[in-house]
C-alpha cells in the first residue's frame, strides 16, 4: 500500500522566532481527506563532549514548557542555513566554555514526527579544551560531569529525562 499522503491545502496560523505552525489539508492513500497540524522548526544539533574516556558534560537549564530543571547533553539551535557541524562547534563552546580538536558525527533523529518536522543532529566531541562560554542573554546554564555509569542509572531513576540526552547515548 502506498503510505504517502497528498498535499491540497496549507495555511499558516502562526510564524514564530523559533516554530511556525502550519494547517494542511492532505489526502490520504484510501482518497480520503484529513488535516495535519505541523510544528516547523530549524532543527538543532547537540554534542557529547567527553571530558575523559568516560565522563561527559551535561547541562542544568530550566525547562519553561515542562516547568522543570532537567539535565541534558549541550545542545542549540540551527540558525537559518548554518551547517549543523558548525551549529554544534558553537553550542558547545557558548554552552560549556569548551572547543574539541575531535568532531565526529553520529547520527540524527527526528523528535516528533507526529506532529513536528525538527531533526537533531549528534555529534561526538573529543580532545576538550577551553574556550569562551557565551550564549544567549535570555539562558542560564550550570555545567556539569558525569561518568556514562552515573548517567545510564539517572535515566533508570526518572532523574534525566530529556529524550535527545537519552538517545544520544545509544548512538556511542
Not at 568516560?54 to 539551535?77: C, H, M, N, S, Y
Not at 518536522?117 to 558525569?146: P, R, W
Amino acid at each position: 500500500m502506498n503510505l504517502i499522503e497528498i498535499d491540497l491545502e496549507e495555511e499558516y496560523k502562526f510564524r514564530g522566532k523559533i516554530i511556525n505552525l502550519k494547517i494542511q489539508k492532505v489526502q490520504l492513500p484510501n482518497g480520503n481527506t484529513s488535516t495535519r497540524e505541523i510544528v516547523e522548526h530549524p532543527g538543532g544539533v547537540a554534542i557529547i563532549a567527553f571530558v575523559d574516556v568516560d565522563t561527559i558534560i551535561l547541562v542544568e537549564q530550566f525547562r519553561k514548557p515542562i516547568d522543570k530543571v532537567i539535565l541534558e547533553i549541550p545542545a542549540g539551535k540551527l540558525e537559518k542555513g548554518e551547517d549543523p557541524r558548525e551549529c554544534g562547534i558553537r553550542e558547545l563552546e557558548e554552552e560549556t566554555g569548551y572547543k574539541a580538536t575531535a568532531f565526529e558525527y553520529l547520527g540524527k533523529i527526528v523528535t516528533t514526527p507526529g506532529f513536528s518536522n525538527e531533526y537533531i543532529y549528534f555529534y561526538k566531541a573529543t580532545n576538550l579544551y577551553s574556550g569562551n562560554i557565551g550564549g544567549d542573554e535570555d539562558e542560564f546554564i550550570n555545567v556539569h560531569q558525569y561518568k556514562l555509569s552515573e548517567i545510564k542509572e539517572m535515566i533508570k531513576k526518572g532523574e534525566i529525562i530529556d529524550g535527545k540526552t537519552i538517545a544520544a547515548l545509544s548512538l556511542l
